[in-house]
């Protein structure tokens, strides 16, 4: 079975300065994909970046970047450079390769605050 | 970017009551889902639609549980009759295709509340 651990409930950092989040997961699948989604004030879910198990280069997409340690199944997300904006909720998923079964696996979500 | 809507926001029923949740997905998608969350809990795989079918579902869509996308209208979740328990926040999302390239685009969610 899958799961998603997202150990941190809130972060809160200075504009302008970076944010990490961590974010364990465990499958017995090989091959897996996993995202991470934020949830705004208003309550949209926004699809942010993925990474393919397959893939050994971290992924980057804008001013987030994810930090895939494959051995220690760990993905964390990397904000740098904060603004006001980034403050939400941040999500982690998980999906295995061909189980749709399960659709995708969420962890509890960490808070980000953003203080000018 | 493309929208989900969801409606309504917020739905208020009795216990025994049906309910039905409405969800316009992005227009070219062709996967549907549904997602449950309960308060201060993981978000969690309700099922999966596609060409008119469910094509997965987890064991917490119950046996009161339907959805269907008539005509390419909305696609709905009826729940049929409610229990306490189903009181939650439930997401729709849609995606145009599944694997690689799969990424997933959700609505702001209803908030369900049975009483």
């Known amino acids: 079975a899958q799961k998603v651990t997202q150990t941190q409930t809130s972060i809160s950092v200075m504009e302008k300065t970076t944010v990490t989040m961590d974010c364990v997961y465990e499958?017995?699948?090989?091959?897996?994909?996993l995202f991470w989604y934020k949830q705004t004030a208003s309550g949209e879910i926004v699809f942010l970046i993925r990474q393919d198990s397959y893939k050994k280069e971290n992924a980057t997409v804008g001013h987030y970047s994810l930090n895939f340690q494959k051995p220690k199944s760990s993905i964390g997300l990397i904000i740098t450079a904060t603004q006001i904006e980034d403050s939400a909720v941040y999500f982690c998923a998980m999906r295995e390769g061909n189980n749709y079964a399960q659709g995708l696996t969420f962890g509890l979500g960490t808070r980000v605050s953003v203080f000018p | 970017g493309p929208k989900v809507l969801q409606i309504p926001s917020h739905q208020i029923i009795d216990m025994g009551q049906m309910v039905t949740l409405n969800c316009d997905p992005v227009?070219?998608?062709?996967?549907f889902y549904w997602y449950k969350q309960i308060l201060g809990q993981q978000m969690e795989f309700l099922v999966n639609?596609?060409?008119?079918?469910?094509?997965?579902k987890s064991k917490l869509f119950k046996d009161q549980f339907s959805v269907e996308r008539p005509d390419g209208s909305y696609f709905t979740l009826k729940i049929q009759p409610t229990a306490l328990e189903d009181s939650a926040v439930y997401f729709c999302?849609?995606?145009?295709?599944?694997?690689?390239?799969?990424?997933?685009?959700f609505g702001h969610g209803t908030k369900l509340s049975v009483l």
């Open positions: 999302a849609s995606s145009l295709n599944r694997g690689p390239n799969e990424r997933l685009f």
């Open positions: 639609f596609y060409n008119g079918k469910v094509m997965e």
């Open positions: 227009s070219n998608h062709l996967y």
């Open positions: 499958t017995q699948d090989s091959s897996y994909f």
